[in-house]
């Protein structure tokens, strides 16, 4: 094979990768084949340092790759933890409200027992339409439905069953805790 070189007298190889060396134009031995034979060293030098480079790069582009699913699964554990911590977190607010419901209750089974309301009669009440924080307002509202109230006109207390003129009333207490209920 016949090769050259820029600024270099052509240089032959056998078959068999044995140089021959060049000869210049007056035919002597050239001097720059030593300097070929050093460049061509050092390229095979730098060609397997290249090859070295190419392995360490495969085999770290292997660990890199490891680590990177790795991570993708360590972010997957983490959004599962994210999307169960949503979960306790909505459960505790469910939580939160029906404490908050039951305190009202409590409350209101109080009062109810201070205005003389039977605690069936105060079960069937919705908390939500009585405001708490106003607990004298409350107080007299529930008084009002006491079945054993004074009478507005400045009578005492009077059995529910019968009217003021000692007559059977038209609605029983049952049946009206069922209208106001309604």
């Not at 050239?30 to 060609?47: F, N, T, V």
């Amino acid at each position: 094979m016949l090769t050259t070189g820029e600024g270099q007298e052509p240089e032959t190889t056998t078959a068999n990768g044995q140089e021959s060396e060049a000869t210049n134009s007056a035919g002597q031995d050239s001097a720059p084949s030593d300097e070929i034979r050093k460049l061509r060293a050092e390229a095979a030098k730098y060609r397997v340092e290249r090859n070295e480079l190419r392995q360490w790069r495969e085999q770290n582009e292997a660990i890199i790759s490891a680590h990177n699913e790795r991570v993708e699964a360590e972010k997957s554990e983490l959004e599962k933890a994210q999307e169960q911590m949503k979960n306790y977190q909505s459960e505790l607010d469910a939580l939160k409200q029906q404490n908050a419901l039951a305190e009202k209750r409590i409350a209101l089974t109080a009062l109810g027992q201070k205005a003389g309301v039977p605690a069936e009669a105060i079960a069937l009440l919705n908390v939500d339409s009585f405001d708490l924080s106003d607990e004298a307002a409350t107080l007299e509202l529930l008084k009002t439905l006491a079945p054993n109230r004074p009478k507005a006109n400045g009578g005492g207390a009077s059995n529910p069953a019968q009217s003021p003129s000692g007559g059977a009333l038209a609605e029983t207490p049952e049946q009206w805790f069922k209208r106001m209920r309604g």
